[in-house]
């Protein structure tokens, strides 16, 4: 049975746009996995920068309570003393 160049012109017309679709999601794909190593990247530096604010805030604590404590023992110490009083 002879081949219908119809049928033939037409599946080489379906392959070239399923080549062509295809060689673009490729480049699209690649752009998004591209993208995703920049994010991923990203995601990293900022929980970099999140345990360094993590480590400062928790030091500020603990300087702050030690601070709180002074202001706490020099008010105790004036607790009852006339303000007129020499020290």
């Known amino acids: 049975m002879p081949e219908d160049p119809i049928a033939q012109s037409e599946l080489a017309a379906l392959t070239r746009r399923f080549e062509e679709w295809s060689e673009r999601t490729d480049r699209e794909f690649g752009i998004v996995k591209s993208d995703l ?42 607790v009852g003393k006339d303000p007129d009083a020499s020290a």
């Not at 928790?58 to 105790?76: P, W």
Request: hydrophobic share 45%; glycine share 8%; proline share 0%.
């Open 37 to 78: 190593t920049a994010v991923r990247l990203q995601v990293g530096n900022l929980d970099q920068k999140v345990d360094g604010l993590g480590e400062k805030l928790d030091s500020f604590i603990t300087e702050q309570r030690a601070a709180n404590a002074t202001l706490v023992q020099l008010l105790s110490n004036l």
